[in-house]
């Protein structure tokens, strides 16, 4: 079907196009007619001033045949440097004249056009094919609605364990019970509370702004006098932020004296506030004491960054995707570590062929396949479609006399058109176009019982989940995970537990 559509956008474009976007390399002599690009032209390359022949070409896509029409387009599809061949279209004046800003506009509507059929309807063809293939594979495709619900219940079951009871009241301390009131709530004023805080601390985040902290900070200082209607250091933020965090830590000390340490430890988010919260803590005193610091400063602003996260648990609908992400982070990570397999396997290939070849117009001492770590990361850019074709052609149009052929392989800094061309569409093809899309096929299926609940899919609320596991508690106080078989009917007895 995507063949269906690439053929006759190629055969119009060639028609269109075809030797109308060949220019002269001397764009500021006035030549008008491309027969009179002859002769040398005054060149500064790298500020160097030195005669050059004038020559007529092509850029690195053209449509003057049929492959090389099919080839742009299929690069088009992706995304990348469609930009680029539209600007030259619109740009024609005539066949062997050169070319002007602007003299043909009307000839971007045949690339919008492909655009909108080519990389929008194929795309999201390609996207729904591998999401049914995903389905019918794992079996979900088949399932009915209910069965659909009961599934996506049980990993939601999965990682709900029983709330921890607190011992019997003579053998508690009265501290220690406020804390496990505090701990266990997930309403009430104490965490109304929390999250009041958690807010102000995001906006408080949002109000940073460029470009010196020195301004920030006189400005900073201004709105705090403003609200306390007293004078304030202009670092009062930095001191406010270091206030917030102790409320946090206070938090975390409740959190731990109410549920003790072994039930604490058993929550990754309550394990993730320990860690930020000491973070955030240590580097607000490295901070202040070395405020020239920039190392201690960055640190502590991404420490800052990270307790905002702690909203996520106390929003049920956050949460709860959050819950699904991580029920469904096995199956993710399989997929991602065959995608790895590809990287390495094309990370080696790419670097066995192209690890002498001189550099081109877009590669750096980063941007390069010299060793296979730079590979890595290169191949991760290309596969978001960001810069691929032009890399490509880099690669396949370093050739002799612009490179120097050697007795063995070693002597060599040429490329290879052939080469570069079927590693880098095989690599475009399954990387961007096959494994991206299953990744968003597992992902979809993952989440999309989460966006059912408007049809009445969601059987069980996070309110009910929490009922249910302080029923559970109730025979299991240690929290175990664990009851005695003679408690189930009783544990399912329990009026507040379901609804009717």
């Not at 028609?15 to 006035?30: E, P, T």
């Amino acid at each position: 079907m995507s063949l269906s559509l690439l053929i006759p956008f190629a055969i119009y474009g060639l028609n269109l196009f075809n030797g109308r976007m060949r220019q002269c390399n001397d764009g500021n002599s006035g030549i008008i007619n491309l027969k009179d690009c002859v002769l040398e032209y005054a060149s500064s390359p790298y500020q160097w001033n030195m005669l050059a022949p004038r020559q007529v070409s092509n850029p690195y896509y053209s449509f003057d045949d049929f492959g090389s029409s099919i080839f742009i387009l299929f690069q088009i599809v992706s995304q990348e440097g469609w930009v680029d061949v539209m600007w030259s279209a619109i740009s024609i004046t005539g066949v062997d004249t050169q070319p002007a800003q602007d003299a043909t506009n009307f000839n971007a509507v045949f690339f919008v056009i492909f655009n909108l059929l080519g990389s929008v309807f194929v795309l999201t063809l390609f996207v729904s094919v591998f999401m049914r293939n995903y389905t019918e594979q794992t079996g979900v495709a088949f399932l009915t609605t209910d069965q659909r619900a009961w599934l996506e219940l049980r990993k939601r079951l999965r990682q709900t364990a029983p709330s921890k009871r607190p011992s019997p009241l003579k053998e508690r301390e009265t501290w220690q019970r406020w804390c496990y009131h505090r701990a266990i709530r997930k309403t009430g004023m104490w965490q109304r509370m929390m999250t009041t805080i958690l807010v102000f601390h995001l906006l408080l985040l949002c109000m940073e702004w460029g470009p010196t902290d020195y301004v920030w900070a006189q400005i900073r200082g201004e709105i705090m006098e403003a609200w306390l209607l007293v004078r304030v250091p202009n670092r009062a933020v930095d001191y406010l932020f270091l206030a917030l965090t102790i409320f946090y830590a206070f938090n975390v000390v409740v959190r731990i004296i109410g549920l003790t340490w072994s039930r604490f430890r058993k929550s990754s988010w309550d394990v993730y506030s320990l860690v930020t919260v000491t973070g955030t803590i240590i580097t607000a005193g490295l901070q202040l004491a070395h405020p020239w610091d920039r190392t201690y400063g960055v640190l502590h602003q991404l420490f800052l960054v990270s307790l905002v996260l702690l909203l996520i648990p106390r929003n049920n609908q956050l949460d709860q995707l959050f819950k699904t992400a991580a029920a469904s982070l096995t199956a993710i990570a399989n997929l991602a570590a065959t995608w790895f397999v590809l990287f390495l396997v094309f990370a080696i290939a790419l670097t066995q062929t192209f690890g002498l070849t001189r550099f081109g117009a877009n590669e750096t001492d980063n941007v390069n396949f010299r060793t296979v770590p730079k590979a890595l990361i290169l191949l991760f850019r290309t596969s978001t479609g960001e810069g691929w074709n032009q890399i490509m052609e880099d690669f396949a149009g370093i050739e002799v006399p612009y490179c120097n052929i050697g007795e063995t392989f070693l002597d060599s800094d040429c490329g290879s058109a052939n080469w570069a061309r079927a590693l880098f569409i095989a690599w475009n093809i399954l990387s961007m176009y096959i494994f991206v899309n299953m990744f968003l096929s597992l992902i979809y299926e993952s989440f999309s019982y989460v966006y059912q609940r408007s049809s009445g899919l969601a059987a069980v609320s996070r309110v009910e989940i929490r009922r249910f596991k302080e029923a559970w508690a109730q025979f299991d106080p240690e929290g175990t995970g664990f009851i005695n078989k003679k408690d189930f009917p009783r544990l399912l007895s329990v009026r507040e537990t379901f609804d009717p």
